[in-house]
C-alpha cells in the first residue's frame, strides 16, 4: 500500500460516508473521483436531515408554536455556523441561496439594478476569465446585453494560469466589477487573489470570488480575502444540493437592491409600495431551503472536526502522486498545471486521441467515477482545441489506492482501444 506524507485517517473517514461501500457492475467497490461535480455525505450529514423532518419540520421566522421556533433555531443557528466557517464579520452577511450559480446571478442582478455608485450600465465594464464555470460568464453576458456594459476576460496561457500580463489594460477605470474563480473547477488552478484584488482595488471596481471549488477543500477566510462578494455551494462540501451561499460585506447589502420579491424579505407592505427587511432576509425571499440549510451546518460541522488545512494538506499529497502517476501513462495529456503546486485537487486530462465520453465509460465499467465533458467551462476546451476532458477530482477520504485504480483503468482503456 502506497504510503504519502500528510494523509488523513481515510480508513476512518470513510467509515462515514456508506456509499463508498456501495459495489457495481458485478461486484466493484465504487472509486469516486468525482468530488468537483459533488461530494458524497457522511452519516453526519444524512442524519441531521432525517433529523429535522422527523422531529422539527415547519416553516422559520412565522410561527410562535414549537416546531417553528426548533426550525428557526436551526435554520439560523447554520447560518451561525456558516459565518463562523469563513470568518465572516457578521452573521448578517451571509444569504442563503440554493446554489452558487443563483448566488453569482444574484451579485450581477443586484448590480444591473443598484444606483450610482454601483451602477453598471453602458459607461462601465465588467471583467471575468476564461477559465470560469459558466455560471461565472453567464449571468455577466445578460447583464452586460441588458445594459450595454463592456464584457473583458483575461486569457489562460498554455500551462493553464490566467494570463495577467496585460492586467492594467483588462481593469480600468471604467471597470465596476471584476468576478473570477478561486480555483478552477476543470483544471483546479489556484488563482493569484491578491494580484487580482489589488489592481480592482486601485481602480475602485467591486471583487466577486467563485469559491464553490475553494471552499470544500481549503481555510475560506472571506477578511483575508478582502473581496466584495463570495459565492460557493454546499453539495461539494459535504453538504445537501439544494443550499448555496452568498458572503457580501455589510455596507454593499445594505444599499443593493433585492433580486427576488416576496414574503420573507418585506418590512411592509402596502398596495403602491413596500420596503425591505435588513439583509440577509432582504435577499431570501420566500420559503428558503430549511432542511439543506440544517444539513449544510452539519457538514461545516463535519469538515470543521477535521480541520480544513488537515484536508488541504491531504488533497495536496493526493493531487501531487496523482499528477505524477498519471504522466506516467502513455499519451495522456494534463489540461492544466502538470504540477502539484498552486492547483487544487482535481485534474483534467486527455488520452491520446481516444473521445473522452469512451474512456469515463470504460472506466465506469471497472467500477471508477470520473465526469467527461467540458465541465460547464466550454471556453477552456476551446482555447486548447480540445472537444472535451476526461476530469478526475479527489476529497477529504480520497486514497493513493484509488489513485493506482484511475491509473490501471486508464491503461486498460488504452488497451481496449488498441
Not at 154 to 159: A, E, L, S, V
Not at 311 to 336: D, F, M, W
Request: glycine content about 8%; overall charge negative.
Amino acid at each position: 500500500m502506497t504510503q504519502l506524507p500528510g494523509l488523513l485517517d481515510t480508513e476512518a473517514i470513510r467509515k462515514d460516508f456508506p456509499i463508498l461501500d456501495r459495489q457495481i457492475h458485478d461486484g466493484k467497490k465504487v472509486v469516486y473521483l468525482d468530488n468537483a461535480a459533488t461530494s458524497q455525505k457522511p452519516r453526519q450529514v444524512l442524519d441531521a436531515l432525517n433529523a429535522y423532518y422527523e422531529r422539527h419540520n415547519a416553516n422559520v421566522h412565522r410561527g410562535v408554536h414549537v416546531l417553528a421556533e426548533e426550525a428557526t433555531a436551526l435554520y439560523e443557528g447554520a447560518r451561525d455556523k456558516v459565518a463562523a466557517f469563513i470568518n465572516a464579520p457578521s452573521r448578517d452577511e451571509v444569504i442563503f441561496t440554493k446554489n452558487a450559480s443563483e448566488s453569482l446571478n444574484l451579485v450581477a442582478n443586484m448590480l444591473g439594478w443598484a444606483d450610482e455608485p454601483y451602477r453598471v450600465d453602458r459607461e462601465t465594464e465588467i471583467v471575468i476569465t476564461e477559465m470560469e464555470h459558466h455560471s461565472n460568464i453567464v449571468p455577466w453576458q445578460l447583464l452586460s446585453q441588458r445594459t450595454g456594459a463592456k464584457l473583458k476576460w483575461f486569457g489562460i496561457t498554455d500551462d493553464g494560469r490566467l494570463d495577467l500580463s496585460n492586467i492594467e489594460e483588462v481593469i480600468t477605470e471604467q471597470t465596476k466589477i471584476v468576478s473570477f474563480t478561486l480555483v478552477s473547477n476543470i483544471m483546479g488552478t489556484v488563482n493569484p487573489v491578491e494580484t487580482i484584488i489589488r489592481r480592482a482595488q486601485e481602480v475602485g471596481a467591486l471583487v466577486c470570488i467563485d469559491a464553490s471549488q475553494a471552499a470544500p477543500h481549503m481555510v475560506l477566510d472571506v477578511q483575508a480575502l478582502q473581496a466584495d462578494f463570495v459565492a460557493f455551494t454546499g453539495h461539494k462540501m459535504c453538504g445537501p444540493t439544494g443550499i448555496g451561499v452568498l458572503w457580501g460585506r455589510q455596507e454593499l447589502l445594505e444599499d443593493l437592491p433585492p433580486f427576488l420579491g416576496g414574503g420573507e424579505m418585506i418590512e411592509t407592505v402596502s398596495m403602491h409600495s413596500s420596503t425591505y427587511a435588513p439583509a440577509p432576509h432582504k435577499f431570501e425571499a420566500g420559503t428558503p431551503p430549511i432542511a439543506q440549510a440544517v444539513g449544510l451546518g452539519a457538514a461545516v460541522d463535519y469538515l470543521t472536526a477535521i480541520g480544513m488545512d488537515n484536508i488541504a494538506v491531504h488533497e495536496h499529497a493526493i493531487t501531487e502522486y496523482a499528477v505524477k502517476r498519471l504522466l506516467e501513462v502513455p499519451g495522456l495529456r494534463i489540461i492544466g498545471p502538470s504540477t502539484a503546486e498552486d492547483r487544487g485537487a482535481t485534474i483534467s486530462f486527455t488520452l491520446g486521441d481516444i473521445h473522452p465520453h469512451d474512456v469515463g465509460q470504460v472506466l465506469d465499467e471497472q467500477g471508477i467515477a470520473v465526469r467527461v465533458g467540458h465541465h460547464c467551462a466550454r471556453p477552456v476546451c476551446l482555447r486548447y482545441g480540445i472537444p472535451a476532458t476526461t476530469r478526475a477530482s479527489f476529497y477529504l477520504y480520497s486514497t493513493p489506492a484509488e489513485v493506482d485504480a484511475l491509473v490501471e483503468g486508464l491503461e486498460h482503456v488504452r488497451n481496449f482501444f488498441g
